[in-house]
């Protein structure tokens, strides 16, 4: 088994894992992190297609490493992002779930 | 000259309506605004003596258009909004929410005549359609509230269906044009032609009441203060006249469609008779002979389309332009008849010929009209029709004097407060005005004085009138109907189909919960990649 | 397309347009809320300006104008592209930015006597970095870096959403965040899978160089449904309506208005751009379905809502449908594709200015008021009559009457939908404009109608114009003459050069 399989066998079960963790579960921190397992198995194929180096002439592409690095740093800043609000969310006291039964209360709450 | 009418024709409602948007200027532009149909009037005249013109601003995309069938009833529309207004707002000053939905609505009961493209045409249909809710409908009475909603409804279908029939009309314009002129030399070559046909009658067929689309009429007359029952059954609904004169393929035979719009016609003209002789409010009675006198409309314009006859156009322009002055000069009358209390022997006779005018009575301008449409209903069966069409409107209009003499209590009330005072000081002026008027616009009204055309106008009508009061000799209870009849139905069928809002609410709470929508983007990929792969 | 010259004149202009604001951006974030403000308000005309200036240099090049980044041409390098539709809706975007922003003035100031405002300072610094990003999207020309600008756009949007801090508007901010991040990933593994087989993600040399292959497809789908998930076209849309509903009005405008349009915009940069070549008339079906499916639901669930907000917010969701009917009525090189084309752009601004107009309009109501409940509405047009009338001109635009950007849109595609043979299109469009005429009217109805409404605090007269002037803009919209169509073709793959 070459790296790049490995590698592509390893992003496709944590973009797997992720969207499981997308559908299943309803804690928004539990999204986070499967959007983080999805996010991380998006870097690995850009691994793959680094190490292939598609764009012509190079053994090794290093285009996609610049394109992964300025991604972890897209996702980390969401991800702080996204923590800063279910942690103002738990503090404001508010129920800290995505639960639709809930959420479908929020709607038809006072304007402003 | 006839360009810069014709531009001044919309130029000034739209100076006028500018106006109302300046404060201090509103109250002013609304008490004047009987002189914004002035240019139409003279572009009407001028039109009717002329080659037909057409002004084209390629720039704005804008054409305009005036040839004779359009200039007599611009003419004609031009001084009933004139007048109407006129008195309207010297007796009393309605306020701007009336004023200003008075005003859009001339707007578009004046540009229909003479809007030369498709664009221009739908903006001004759609003018003289929707703002006309706020004519009556911003009322307390629930009953007024119903009429404004249905009548909203049946006009954004109406304008739905007409928005797709002109797509499709310029879609079958091979050179880009939106002219109106262009896309009907397209038309019959289109391989739309069919379901442009269809929609067309349609979408004009719920302006002028066809059957099945009628129901809203009489609900929006009924509920209409006088004035604008008026100037709405008089001008308004000639905008579907003009529709489908401009927008049926008249010059190329076309049997089939013809005869189904014929057909549908007839059945129409019976049909607004039969229910109208249920009805027992003068309004309402109005509201079906008009649903009648329109069915008799579409029926000459269909059998001028199966033999392709242009001719059909002018002819049903006068009838239509008579029927304009006599319908609402009829409204108007049942604000006098209100205020008089009892009506002398001088005016019913007024009053009853200007009814039975609508059935062809001789020497009147009904007499004319229905030498109009002679040509179309020259013999064998559609002569037939006309004939029993005229005997049954006759008999709808001894219906109409017979309720309107008897109408007491709160509906003469309501009848007297809506009608300004000039126009009931000078209702036997207005109504000889109706009544005399198409005799100087006729092709050639020397032939309607013919002993043999007098007896040929003459027999129908006192048939018919013979008939009526047998009729009520007889003491038979006509059915009760509902005004509006199928309306009913339709209204069943709509709160059925709200009834489904909670089915789309729950669905839609469904999919919004985290599981579905993360599926739905799952699935979507997979659709997409699905249908790529095809 | 052809290779255009990496950098042309004119091309500094748009890294202009993207730093103005950017830098604006940094600037408030140091100087504070009260500085903010000023920053905001005052560089409003000059983007306006800089995207008038692109405009003229596109029209007067009558081709794309570009820049490529330190001097470096793709694919290396990564370039910034102006054509038509870019330009326009860069003008549009300063627009309604600007009315926002000056609309906003009354609600977000900073006190005298306070020395921080930090619910000012946010709105201050996120309109800024949203114009930013959406001005990165217009003119972006790699796939990367728009995915970049793309997620710029969605850090600065969600944190509008909450800025009052209730628990309500948090909820809703986290579920827009989290559900536009998975969109984010899916559009990234797009994009990985692009770069894969082609080795650029510049969208001009894309364009040459895509095939119809399996793989290409697969990267498409995922990066579409990416952006539908952030453009909450339905089904997608669970967040959509909280968040709209219940940010401040100033915030939803742009929201509405703008936000949507720009992952939107992506979408057809990727459809009609990267893959113009390719037989899409397939998917571009499903997405013209999924389209459909949004103007029906959208338009019943508006009709059936008891607050102004939530009844603009559904109608938003309706009014994204229809943009979605540009797929199937564009695509490829017939007689009328500049017809679709024309009618999904004209489509895009007769909503942006008619829904911004709405929502700030709506803001308003529910400040004289004191709630947005329709059914609280009665006589309310006597007390607010611009107000009600800015939400009469832009209800209008969306039932598609004249003379409105809203019926230019639905006369465009829908003589396409009869052109192209797609007649089915033609449904879903007049239904949806009866179903918007049902909710105008229940909206107008009762305001219209008599009574007495109490009016708690009058409305300022200059933020009714604000919103009264972006729904004339949405009316004006009736009147652009064929050169502004002509114009929307410029740069587009395939534009036959004769618009409708």
Redesign the interface.
Known sequence: MNPSLLAGLVGAALVGLG?YG???H?HPLR?LLAFNLVGSGVFLVFGVVARRGAAAGYAFDPVPQAMVITGIVVAFAASALAVALILRLAVAGGDVS?D?QAS?RRDDGEAE | MIAALLVATLAAPAIFLAACFVGKWRERALAWQFLAPAPGLAAGIFGLSHAPVAVDFP???LSLTLDPPGALLLAFAALLWMAVTAALWRDRAPGA?FGISWLLTMFGGLGVFVAGDL?SF??VY?LVS?PAY?LF????DPEK?RA??IY?AFA??G???L??A???L??GEPH?SARIADVMAALPASP?RD?ALALIVAGFGMKIGLIPFNGWMPLNYAAAPIPAAAVLSGAGVKAGVIGLIRFLPLGVPMEGWGEALAALGFLTAFYGVAIGLAQRTPKTILAYSSISQMGVIAAALGLGLARGDTGAAGDMAFYGANHLLVKSALFLTIGAVASAGRLSRRSLVLAAALALSLAGLPLTGGALAKLASKAQFASGMPALLATLASIASAMLMTHFLIHLTEMSGEAAEDARRETPAVLIRFWPALALGALLLPWFFADAPGEALSLGKIWDGFWPVAVGVAAALGWRRSGLAAPKIPAGDSIVLYERGFARMMAL?PV??T???R????????????L??????A???? | MIAQPATTPGGFLLVLAVLLPAAGTLFSFALGSRAAEKIALGLTPVGFFLACLVAMKVAAAGAPIAYAIGGLPPPLGIALRADGVSAVMMVTASIIVAAAAFYARAKFATPDGVEESRGALTFWIMIQAIWAALNLIFVGGDLFNLYVALELLTFAAVPLVCIDGRPETLAAALRYLL?AL??SV?YLLGVALLYGLYGTLDISLLAQRVGAA?MV??A???M??GL??KTAL?????WL?PAHANAPAAASAVLSGLVVKGSFFLALRLWFYVLPALP?A??G???GA?GALAVI?GS??A??QARLKLLVAYSTVAQIGYLFFVFPLAAGAHV?SPLGWSGGVMQILAHAFAKAAMFLAAGLVAEALGHDRIAGFRGAARALPLTFLTLGLGGLSL?????TGGFEA??LM??A???SGQ?IW?LPI??G??LA?GYV?RIL?PA???GEAAIQARPERSREAIALGLAVIALALA?A??GFFDFLEIGRPFASGSA?
Not at chain 2, 511 to 522: D, G, Y
Not at chain 3, 399 to 403: E, I, R
């Open positions: 969207l997308l559908i299943a309803p999204k995505l639709p479908g | 720039g704005l995309g929410r664009v739908y903006l759609a929707l706020g409908a911003f009322s307390e509230r404004g909603a909203l954004l279908l304008e739905a269906l928005l797709l002109f797509a499709l310029a879609a880009g739309w379901a809002g789309f609410e669905a839609d709470a999919l919004r919960q985290w599981p579905a929508a993360a599926a739905s983007l799952l979507i990929v997979l659709a997409l990649l249908a790529a792969s095809i | 559900f998975f969109g899916s399996p497809w697969t498409a789908a995922l579409t449904a539908l998930a339905f089904p997608l849309h669970l309506p899409t397939a998917p079906a499903v997405l999924l639901f019943v669930l009709l059936r009328w039932m598609g009457l004249p003379p639905k006369w829908l003589r939908a009869a052109a007649w033609s007049l239904g404009g009866l005429g009217y109805a219209l109608a008599d009147f003459p064929q409708p």
